[in-house]
């Protein structure tokens, strides 16, 4: 059975950060394209930052481009969304996403329909 599991959200103050992990179950991430969306109360979910498999390529929602940091660890067969600089327009459930066969390109042009498999989400709050 394939699962991803998110972990690693929660409360932070403004100018805090969090780091997110997106972990595998049941397949190897490495080959698979990884987004991470969010979405707020109210709000449409909206693509934040995707890592390629292979050679890595990532992109970035311009909201958080400087202030997120997406990676992988094939190792531990997971992918991280480190967020600095918090404010609390990033408060959203955050979900990462895989697909087999999504390429993430150099622009952040992303949708939810891109990708097929789906983590539970995390709450992330940030407090002004």
């Known amino acids: 059975q394939t699962q991803l599991v998110e972990s690693g959200g929660g409360l932070a103050q403004a100018g805090g950060s969090l780091r997110l992990s997106c972990a595998a179950s049941g397949f190897t991430l490495k080959n698979y394209a990884i987004g991470w969306f969010r979405q707020a109360p109210g709000k449409e979910r909206e693509g934040v930052s995707c890592i390629s498999s292979g050679m890595s390529l990532t992109n970035y929602a311009d909201s958080v481009k400087g202030r997120f940091t997406i990676s992988r660890d094939n190792v531990k067969n997971t992918v991280y969304l480190q967020m600095d600089s918090l404010t609390p327009e990033d408060s959203a459930v955050y979900y990462c996403?895989?697909?087999?066969?999504?390429?993430?390109?150099?622009?952040?042009?992303?949708?939810?329909?891109?990708?097929?498999?789906w983590g539970q989400g995390a709450q992330v709050t940030v407090s002004s």
């Open positions: 996403a895989a697909d087999l066969y999504y390429l993430c390109s150099a622009y952040n042009r992303m949708t939810p329909a891109d990708f097929k498999s």
